[in-house]
């Protein structure tokens, strides 16, 4: 929050509806006298994000080419199988199960392939 000569409060507050229904802010803590890193880390941890420390260490244990995934997409659309699927479909959910259908039947082979 702005202040007139003083630097931001950094507030954590919460919103909520009073008893006649209107909206409300409450200040929980003040965060101003923390550091910068300690401020943002929070921020990601309340907005729900995943976060990974500064020690922490990160190794791909594996990854498989995206080839096998497009070779098997490709088949499907050249025999014509993912519109075949498709045209069972009557609203929006269907289609929508429709592709997820055709992304499980690629993913399949893709394990098996490799």
């Not at 995943?50 to 990160?58: F, K, L, N, Q, V």
């Not at 080839?67 to 025999?79: D, M, N, P």
């Not at 609203?91 to 399949?108: E, K, N, P, Q």
């Amino acid at each position: 929050m702005p202040n007139r000569t003083s630097p931001p409060a950094v507030l954590l507050r919460e919103s909520y509806r009073d008893e006649r229904g209107r909206t409300q802010k409450r200040t929980l803590a003040n965060l101003s006298k923390l550091p910068g890193d300690i401020v943002e880390g929070l921020k990601g941890l309340l907005k729900d994000s995943t976060m990974i420390g500064a020690g922490d260490e990160m190794r791909i244990a594996r990854s498989l080419p995206p080839g096998h995934v497009a070779a098997v997409l490709g088949t499907l659309r050249k025999i014509a199988l993912d519109r075949l699927i498709l045209s069972t479909a009557k609203d929006a959910a269907s289609r929508r199960h429709c592709d997820l259908v055709v992304a499980m039947a690629t993913t399949g082979f893709r394990q098996v392939a490799s």
